[in-house]
């Protein structure tokens, strides 16, 4: 469909759930020139009418009045109500954006899995992270990748407290690192700690693969600093991402490898007797990651509406966003028999 075509007929949307990413969701859709925002619903009628005010639509006493309005909702309600606000809409054929994760156990994300199949209703997994320009740009070079490291800590927003930090904040990562290393986990092995509550708020994980990748997850609510990095490992080349700052960095092997094995020959032979004149990093060609600049939610939401029309898959099916929550729950099982 053409740009023109998009605008004059374009697709007719609401948000329900207007907390912190239900305000974002409102406000890019109101940008969009292929979407019209139709209305929001909020349990907080005061904060539904503030941004139907702010972006021109209504606000709706209930989810119920937006049915027969739109064609497509983005969900943004707590966790433990992502299937109950999902599934009246999936049988009328409503397409959702389902905020991370995608349910609150595997149960109900096959159910929503399931709806979208049988009443054939585009269902994406709010994984905004497979949309960060450094990930997309890392994704574009199709790396096999043999190790990956991912860190994300941050203070506590105290948002999302009704799940531990692995359906909180890990979920992203257990998400990318599925997409990466292509392949079905084999073992996992963590360690958790409680501080708050009874669920985790720091967590470690190791993700074993099929095809023998391992994935190395961090992930804390009570750091003292915010950092969300991934490093991947493949026999091609080393890349470090820096997701906060949408930056990365790669060493590819080719043209590097033979300078590193000269030096190491010239060692060997005696030529080169002082090593500490030798400086690693003068050897190897590190190269600024190409990354295109756009914000990561408007991505999201163009590919959800590119989906919607049928132009293209969801790039985070229901069964991507399944997947990540199988593997959270098998993360905490693995923490269980370490709780004091």
């Known amino acids: 469909m053409s740009q023109a075509e998009s605008t004059s007929n374009p697709v007719r949307v609401a948000v329900i759930g207007c907390g912190r990413m239900g305000k974002l969701h409102a406000r890019v859709y109101s940008q969009m020139p292929s979407v019209k925002l139709v209305g929001v619903y909020d349990a907080n009628l005061d904060t539904a009418h503030q941004i139907a005010n702010q972006y021109d639509c209504i606000a709706v006493d209930s989810p119920e009045q937006l049915y027969d309005q739109v064609q497509a909702v983005s969900i943004a309600v707590p966790t ?13 054929g409503i397409a959702c954006l389902i905020e991370k994760p995608l ?6 994300g096959a159910r929503i899995a ?8 585009i269902a994406q997994a709010g994984h905004i992270e497979r949309f960060n320009p450094a990930f997309r740009a890392l994704a574009q070079m199709k790396l096999q990748p043999r190790f990956l490291e991912v860190v994300r800590v941050s203070p506590m927003t105290f948002r999302s407290i009704d799940v531990g930090v692995v359906l909180d904040m890990m979920i992203h990562d257990i998400d990318i690192v599925l997409s990466l290393a292509g392949s079905p986990v084999t073992a996992v092995e963590a ?12 967590c470690n994980a190791r993700l074993v693969f099929a095809n023998g990748c391992v994935a190395n997850l961090t992930a804390s609510r009570l750091a003292l600093k915010t950092e969300r990095r991934l490093r991947a490992f493949s026999h091609d080349a080393y890349v470090s991402l820096d997701y906060q700052k949408k930056y990365g960095l790669v060493v590819k092997r080719s043209g590097n490898l033979e300078a590193i094995r000269s030096t190491v020959a010239r060692i060997r032979s005696g030529e080169i007797s002082d ?16 990354i295109e600049d756009a914000e990561p939610l408007r991505s999201e939401l163009d590919a959800f509406i590119s989906a919607v029309r ?16 199988q593997v959270a729950e098998q993360i905490v099982a693995a923490i269980e028999p370490q709780k004091l």
């Open 275 to 290: 090593l500490t004149q030798l400086d690693f990093q003068s050897l190897v060609d590190v190269q600024e990651l190409p």
């Open 310 to 325: 049928g132009e293209i898959a969801p790039v985070v099916s229901a069964q991507d966003g399944l997947a990540a929550v």
């Open 114 to 121: 399931a709806l979208s199949r049988e009443f054939g209703a």
């Open 191 to 202: 360690v958790g700690v409680s501080v708050l509550g009874t669920s985790e708020d720091i």
């Open 80 to 92: 433990i109500a992502h299937l109950a606000t999902a599934e009246p809409l999936l049988r009328r």
């Open 103 to 108: 349910a609150r156990n595997s149960q109900e």
